[in-house]
């Protein structure tokens, strides 16, 4: 029996009201984020006098994510999906402004870790609200405009953070608290409940389907998606966004100002690809999209391997971008349209388990056999992981979106 919701029309006032007010708090809310970003590894140096507390708070924090994103996901479905973005903006915006007192890593730790709790509420439950308000002729564009309102932010926030930090580090968690205040007053004001009426009769007192039902996690389609997920989590953040800065500056002799401008390339070519890339899913489907993007994202790993000069690395980063612009919004779409119409927090909650869980062990799994065998082995192990991934996807995933849409769950 098919998983397609019942109507492929959202409603058109949800629609109107919460759309604005989604895209503007995503930038807003990816300000703060950008700047803490920033921030955080600076912070944690500075109060603790230990590089390897850095790398300690990364994982910590995707540890409290991985906690929170499942749990959200199952009350967006019971209590409805603002009050989950509120309370994730409050314990966000909360534990910035009291990250302004403290003086021990300790202290900073445990307010990072409980600013995660709400950053995984915010994230998950407004993917939630985004699925609500979007159908799967709409609903590439709809992820792809999110993509761009944070992607501006990001790149933003830690100029914004750089000229704070000039005066005090301190005053990054307070432009961070700030911005998350305006998020909570714009989620308050400008976005509208969207739970659908599906998911308020299952999860009814009275409902005999009131519980978690499970039967969706054991499709080859699901199976399919964690294999993507996790591949796609070994790539960013293991590879790119832990790993790869340092051996472009120990292998290839690259200076922080080169690698910044890689990074800056890889960001604007991934900015410049989303919207096209939501066009293009709209219309053909997100298969056609996410299985060639995985592949050249496999190849890109492989590439990174076996690049020894500067603008060799310069050509293959180029090649990342554009496979991440064209990935990222794919997968986050896919996902969107293989969940249940009344189930949607549940199924989504538990994606984001594989999502924050790449994030917690790829770093860790990928630094390891870089630091025992060398960068070749693993590039490469990421670059297969991705390759077979995208055969997994093209084998088992069925068709989403587009013309030729077909069922799923069975």
């Known amino acids: 029996m098919s998983n397609l919701p019942k109507s492929n029309k959202p409603d058109a006032k949800l629609y109107k009201n919460s759309t604005t007010g989604i895209f503007a708090s995503y930038f807003v809310w990816s300000l703060g984020t950008g700047a803490q970003s920033l921030a955080r590894p600076l912070f944690a140096f500075l109060v603790s006098g230990q590089i390897f507390f850095a790398p300690l708070l990364a994982s910590t924090n995707a540890l409290a994510r991985t906690i929170a994103g499942p749990i959200t996901g199952f009350l967006t479905d019971r209590i409805?999906?603002?009050?989950?973005?509120?309370?994730?903006?409050?314990?966000?915006?909360?534990?910035?402004?009291?990250?302004?007192?403290?003086?021990?890593?300790?202290?900073?730790?445990?307010?990072?870790?409980?600013?995660?709790?709400?950053?995984?509420?915010w994230v998950t439950s407004s993917s939630v609200l985004i699925a609500d308000v979007s159908n799967e002729n709409n609903r590439g564009r709809m992820?792809?405009?999110?993509?761009?309102?944070?992607?501006?932010?990001?790149?933003?926030?830690?100029?914004?953070?750089?000229?704070?930090?000039?005066?005090?580090?301190?005053?990054?968690?307070?432009?961070?608290?700030?911005?998350?205040?305006?998020?909570?007053?714009?989620?308050?004001?400008?976005?509208?409940?969207?739970?659908?009426?599906?998911?308020?009769?299952?999860?009814?007192?009275d409902s005999p389907r009131r519980g978690i039902d499970?039967?969706?996690?054991?499709?080859?389609?699901?199976?399919?998606?964690?294999?993507?997920?996790?591949?796609?989590?070994m790539m960013s953040q293991g590879v790119f966004m832990s790993i790869f800065p340092v051996h472009l500056q120990e292998i290839i002799g690259a200076t922080e100002n080169q690698i910044g401008i890689i990074v800056t390339l890889s960001g604007a070519l991934t900015l410049a690809v989303a919207f096209p890339n939501g066009i293009?899913?709209?219309?053909?489907?997100?298969?056609?999209s996410l299985v060639p993007g995985l592949l050249m994202l496999g190849i890109v790993a492989i590439g990174m391997a076996y690049s020894n000069t500067y603008f060799a690395m310069l050509f293959v980063v180029g090649f990342y971008g554009i496979a991440e612009g064209t990935v990222m919004g794919s997968s986050q779409a896919y996902a969107m349209d293989l969940a249940p119409e009344d189930r949607r927090g549940e199924f989504l909650g538990v994606w984001a388990i594989f999502q924050n869980s790449g994030a917690l062990l790829a770093p860790l799994l990928i630094g390891a056999i870089y630091a025992i065998w060398g960068p070749k082995e693993a590039f490469t192990l990421v670059g297969a992981w991705l390759l077979i991934s995208a055969l997994l996807m093209a084998a088992f995933g069925p068709e989403t979106g587009g013309k030729n849409k077909k069922n799923y769950g069975e």
């Open 80 to 121: 409805g999906r603002k009050p989950m973005v509120i309370i994730g903006t409050v314990l966000r915006a909360g534990s910035s402004f009291i990250e302004i007192f403290v003086d021990s890593f300790l202290q900073f730790a445990i307010l990072e870790f409980i600013g995660q709790l709400g950053v995984s509420m």
């Open 143 to 205: 992820v792809a405009s999110r993509t761009m309102s944070m992607r501006v932010g990001m790149i933003l926030g830690p100029i914004i953070a750089g000229a704070l930090a000039t005066i005090d580090l301190r005053y990054v968690f307070a432009f961070n608290g700030i911005t998350k205040s305006i998020t909570l007053l714009m989620v308050i004001l400008m976005i509208s409940e969207t739970r659908p009426e599906s998911a308020r009769q299952r999860t009814a007192k």
């Open 214 to 233: 499970f039967s969706f996690f054991k499709t080859r389609a699901f199976f399919a998606l964690t294999v993507v997920t996790f591949g796609l989590s």
């Open 280 to 288: 293009f899913i709209d219309r053909f489907g997100r298969k056609k």
